[in-house]
């Protein structure tokens, strides 16, 4: 892909699923950017129309609550593939190869399970929003259904990625926590 360092083309090498995902993450992360940028165009138009019209407001406080979260959750997938989240690696820098890579593969297997179980929660509280007509008990009314979606997509993307990473140090794209051997 054209404007990614050598590192991130290594981090998928030629594997087609590898590939697939780390496209598929990106989008959702350029999607979650979109987010964040029409939450903040809301956040300004809602400040013209109280501050300069003085006027009322109806929906912008909740679409913009719905955007920050929906941001949050469509964007884990990303975060992941660039290892953005919160690392430590005392553990597998003090650790042999062998011994990283087993920890590599078990918190792998720990994160991957902990995300299942959040997308499946997530799905069945979408649906139950989706089945039972949910409404938000504002004067805006938005069917519920819509903003919970993030819940389910966002997890369910995560564990793809996650799969993703385990798979590629499983086939040795990748090392355990992006760590050399040494």
Not at 27 to 51: D, H, N, Y
Not at 54 to 81: C, D, K
Not at 102 to 131: D, N
Not at 172 to 181: A, I, N, R, T, Y
Request: with cysteine.
């Amino acid at each position: 892909m054209a404007g990614q360092s050598n590192a991130a083309v290594a981090h998928v090498g030629d594997n087609p699923f590898l590939r697939l995902v780390a496209g598929i993450s990106t989008l959702a992360g350029w999607c979650s950017a979109a987010m964040i940028v029409a939450a903040v165009a809301i956040t300004c138009q809602m400040i013209f129309i109280r501050f300069v019209l003085n006027g009322s407001t109806v929906w912008q406080t909740e679409a913009v609550i719905y955007l920050v979260v929906a941001a949050t959750l469509i964007g884990l997938p990303y975060v992941q593939r660039l290892r953005g989240h919160v690392n430590v690696d005392l553990v597998p820098l003090a650790l042999p190869p062998r011994g990283r890579m087993v920890l590599a593969f078990v918190t792998l297997s720990v994160s991957i399970l902990i995300v299942a179980v959040m997308l499946f929660y997530g799905y069945e509280y979408w649906h139950f929003a989706w089945e039972r007509g949910w409404r938000s008990d504002t004067v805006w009314g938005v069917r519920l259904w819509i903003p919970y979606l993030a819940i389910p997509v966002g997890f369910g993307l995560l564990l793809l990625q996650l799969i993703a990473d385990f798979v590629a140090v499983l086939i040795g794209v990748d090392k355990p926590f992006g760590l050399e051997d040494g």
